[in-house]
């Protein structure tokens, strides 16, 4: 099955659509970790090019380390709008923890 995905039309200029989008993955220890030097270990380690190919790759992701990209085709009409940057976040990443959103959209649903 040939299968690709489109960003969806929000109006008739086409230069001025943008890709919602977000950052799927966020590597981060605590300051007060007592394994410091194991924690940026990590991190390197999964930064490396061929690790972040690979988990782009099987997620169908689109990457922020540098040189990895995503040869998928079914995404490829999405690869333009992550280079001009047109890309918007996902409107959930505005809205605070402690409003549970899940149950208020299944609510209006």
Do not use: C, W
Request: a negative charge; aromatic letters at 12%; glycine letters at 4%.
């Amino acid at each position: 099955m040939e299968l690709g995905f489109f960003p969806l039309p929000t109006g008739n200029d086409e230069q001025a659509a943008k890709l919602v989008s977000g950052i799927d993955t966020l590597l981060a220890f605590s300051e007060s970790t007592p394994h410091k030097k194991e924690a940026e270990e990590f991190i390197a380690f999964l930064l490396k090019p061929e690790n972040s190919k690979q988990y782009i790759t099987e997620q169908t992701l689109f990457s922020a380390v540098k040189g990895v990209t995503q040869d998928d085709p079914s995404v490829a009409e999405l690869l333009p709008f992550f280079k001009s940057g047109r890309v918007i976040d996902f409107a959930d990443h505005y809205i605070p923890k402690a409003v549970q959103l899940n149950s208020i959209v299944q609510a209006f649903l």
